[in-house]
């Protein structure tokens, strides 16, 4: 009984975690062409409700999960 209580206190945790830091766009769709035409772009959809006001920034930097930046 003790251990399917942890596993089920550890899935709801890891459930929770997800559910909270989840990103909420998601970029499913590019568009390059290496001479640089105005024709380059990108598709992205909303995973959740994004309320009025709030900015939402994209960059072409790379993640650095050391320094945990662009």
């Known amino acids: ?6 596993l089920c206190i550890a899935l ?5 975690t997800v559910d909270t830091y989840a990103q ?13 035409t105005p024709n380059d772009g990108f598709t992205f959809v909303a995973t ?9 920034y994209f960059t072409e930097n790379e993640y650095d999960d050391a320094a945990n930046a662009f």
């Open 48 to 56: 959740e409700p994004i309320p009025a006001g709030e900015v939402i």
């Open 24 to 36: 909420k766009v998601v970029i499913v769709g590019m568009n390059h062409i290496s001479s640089g």
């Open 1 to 6: 009984m003790k251990k399917i209580t942890l």
């Open 12 to 16: 709801f945790t890891l459930l929770l």
